[in-house]
């Protein structure tokens, strides 16, 4: 079994930054493809962003592509989503995933565990 912890949700300006990080324990995740999700009210939830489990390869959505960046410390059994550029439209519940299926990353439903999520709210 895996849990999942997301941190580093926060209010931020338009244009601002943040750092969201993803802790895993109960196992290790290194042999895990991991997801970042996030899901605004009245929406579906969205594939945001995925990388592989050694780090070899990542995956972004188009509206998120060229401002953040993800990335894992493996050693630290933790994944990380920098948040660059942030605009209005990326406030959302913000929800990382583990996943045995680098194919898959895109569909939320292929993803074993999941956090409870961490919220991002960006002002205009």
């Known amino acids: 079994q895996v849990q999942l912890v997301e941190s580093g949700g926060g209010l931020v300006q338009a244009g601002g930054s943040l750092r969201l990080s993803c802790a895993a324990s109960?196992?290790?995740?290194?042999?895990?493809?991991m997801g970042w999700f996030r899901q605004a009210p009245g929406k579906e939830r969205e594939f945001v962003a995925a990388?592989?489990?050694?780090?070899?390869?990542?995956y972004y959505a188009d509206s998120v592509k060229g401002r953040f960046t993800i990335s894992r410390d493996n050693a630290k059994n933790t994944v990380y989503l920098q948040m660059n550029s942030l605009k209005p439209e990326d406030t959302a519940n913000y929800y990382c995933?583990?996943?045995?299926?680098?194919?898959?990353?895109?569909?939320?439903?292929?993803?074993?565990?999941w956090g409870q999520g961490t919220q991002v709210t960006v002002s205009s």
């Open positions: 990388i592989k489990w050694n780090g070899g390869a990542s």
């Open positions: 995933a583990a996943g045995r299926s680098w194919s898959t990353v895109l569909a939320g439903s292929e993803y074993d565990y």
């Open positions: 109960g196992r290790t995740v290194s042999s895990y493809c």
